[in-house]
């Protein structure tokens, strides 16, 4: 099921106080479209434009957006239409005004009859495709006409009834629509052109499922089966724009109609209206009609040519997360070894009668891994490392000792999984300010290992955890290290282990392999003999970008018919960690496996394999992206996911 809008595409210049801002796309029915596609909704255009830079940029804007654009027709010879929304600011107030002629040469790129092919677009939509209009154009109402599919339309505008005879009006709306949203100023026009006496009979005649009508200040009105539902706006926000607002408010509407399953529900208008609410407040407290979803194009005027006829356009290079924290990775985890926090590890009591719970999540849940294997190897003690909600469904009467890993320090469901713990001994490893933690926590200043340092305040920006990931794990190792007086330089270590890495990773991953893991849609990882806190932070990166699914398999658990799912399915593409030493098993699995692997082998045994590797993970997943040409750090989430990541209560 796809939501697609249909019309020409149109273009938005931008001013403040006659000085240009930026241009973006920009009517209706295409707004509507972004919002959806920004909720993550799948979302198709079927339009035109010219074959100009206005038109590109049209294209690019719903691109941008992971809008599907390959039904949008570039016809050669023929400028893209375009509005100039002017704005002018007296007493801290802004006042717009739309044209269609430009302010500085008053010349109008428009043209008039809509262009679009409509044999063609009725021909390549789906039987379950959601149709969104925003005008009744002759062009527009032979797709109308000739498709079953379910339809809604935004119509903010009344002049093109004006010629239209009420019986000609009616004809072009009855039965024709799901979902019509007016504007106040267009359901009285109608009610006053039909000579009717309330917004009810206007729904009684038109006959769609659902009216609704936005009132601005006062409100909205939801019609829906006869009956009326008025809301009132709770409370005035502040408004910079007003453009985009009544796009964005059908946008949420038609989201929550799909999340319900295409049921309407009058119990849930209410809700359906507040969430729209949220979105229009977004929405006016930018510049734009899309100023909430992304910036406005910047462009240069060329001397002696109107902006509205050429200009110059140079995309702005982004900036991909990834590369900016892969880069830092060295300096921050030897900034993290080198903080106060392994003097506080230094002074913790551990003892081999201790029964230890390491907590982590997400990200830091490999770091979480690895120093409950340091403990372990070091006192003999019990030491578990958990997620935050499993530690809610165990005894822990027993617990002598809690480390929590959060890279925040304030995570929530780390917050929530010591509420009710017998231990007072209870610990965090951290980047996040002191101040914060002990204020959400209640955890002790002394018993907080932040590896936060003057030089060292920066923080990663992105999903993906690369510092937050080693460095805990780094800390650890240095403890061990310390402990057995090893002569090892943690330093060299880290940046002999990135050095390595990062030129070893980039030969091993090629484009034909993860053109053939992206085929499959699957890619099995191997842990076990040390490679087990690489493996769960490769899994959980490479789940968290979305980039294709993964199956964790430890090595000796899998002849145990988990190769069936290898064999039967085709599974058959995976990444293989191993210590320096290969055991008798290993290589006969190694053999089993074949050629569809990637190996990738540390030079060191034991625990040393296990933090090298942990290391390697952070490039291999950098070397995919890179491959695949994404930021893996900056997924598009869509508005549902972020509630649960967000989620605040209770864990129980």
Known sequence: MRVISIGDLVTDYYYKNEKLLGINGGMTSHNIIANLAKMGIDTAVFGVCGDDLQGKIAIKSLENLKVDVKNIEIIKNIRTRCFHVSYIENDNKLTFTSKKRCPCCNNKKWYEDSLLDTNKIIKNIK???????????????????NTSNKKIIDLG????????????????????????NFNERVSNYLIKKLKLNSDIELYNILKPKLITITRGEKGATFIYDGKEYTFKLKFKSNTVDSTGAGDAFISSIIKDYIKNDF?????LFE?????????TTKVVSKMGSRGHINSLFKIKKIKNECICDNFIYNERKKIKRCNININ?????IINAVNSNAISKL???????NNNCLFIGTGGSYAGTYFSAKIINLIYGCNTYAMYPRDVLYRNNNNIDKVILFSYSGTTNDIVNSIKGLNTKDIYIVTKGELQKIVLKTNILKKNILSYRTPSNKGKERGFLSFEGAVAPAAIFLKYYLQKYDCNINI???????INNWNEKIENIINKEFIKNVKKHGLLNIFRGDYTDSACYDLESKIIESGIFNCIVHEKKNFSHGRFINYENLNNSYSIYFKQKTTTKYEQELLDYLGDNNIIIESNYDGILSEFDLLIASQFVIYYIGKIMNIDVSKPEYSENAMKIYFYKGDLK
């Not at 039987?127 to 006409?145: C, G, H, R, T, V």
């Not at 809700?271 to 979105?279: D, H, Q, T």
């Not at 230094?346 to 081999?352: K, P, Q």
């Not at 330093?491 to 282990?497: D, G, Q, T």
């Open 491 to 497: 330093e060299n270590l880290i940046k002999e282990s």
């Open 328 to 332: 830092n990775l060295e300096t921050r």
């Open 263 to 267: 049921i309407y529900n009058s119990n």
């Open 346 to 352: 230094e002074s913790i009591d551990f003892n081999e």
């Open 157 to 180: 505008q009344y002049f093109e009834f004006d010629n239209l005879s009420n019986n000609e009006l009616i004809k072009k709306i009855k039965n024709k629509f799901e979902i019509i």
């Open 127 to 145: 039987e379950d495709d959601i149709l969104i209009f925003d005008n009744l154009n002759k062009k527009n109402q032979i797709i109308i006409d």
């Open 271 to 279: 809700k359906w209206y507040e969430n729209s609410v949220k979105l």
